[in-house]
């Protein structure tokens, strides 16, 4: 297989797309970890440590 100038510019652009594609992901990922921080914070506090404190006393009670 011979590389023309042609099929240069077709890899370079696979690799522009494959790049940006990247840039994108990390980019989106960025903004769900920090929108699942939040989202985790609130649940936590709004959801699982009640929900711990009721397990908590419950099993307190059946252990007197």
């Given at each position: 297989m011979?590389?023309?100038?042609?099929?240069?510019?077709?890899l370079l652009g696979i690799a522009c797309v494959l790049?940006?594609?990247g840039y994108l992901g990390v980019?989106?990922?960025v903004?769900?970890?920090l929108a699942s921080k939040n989202i985790g914070f609130w649940l936590a506090?709004?959801?699982i440590w009640p929900l711990y404190l009721k397990v908590k006393a419950w099993?307190?009670?059946?252990?007197?």
């Open positions: 011979t590389i023309t100038i042609d099929s240069i510019w077709i790049g940006f594609g980019y989106w990922a903004h769900f970890i506090d709004k959801i099993g307190q009670k059946w252990t007197k």
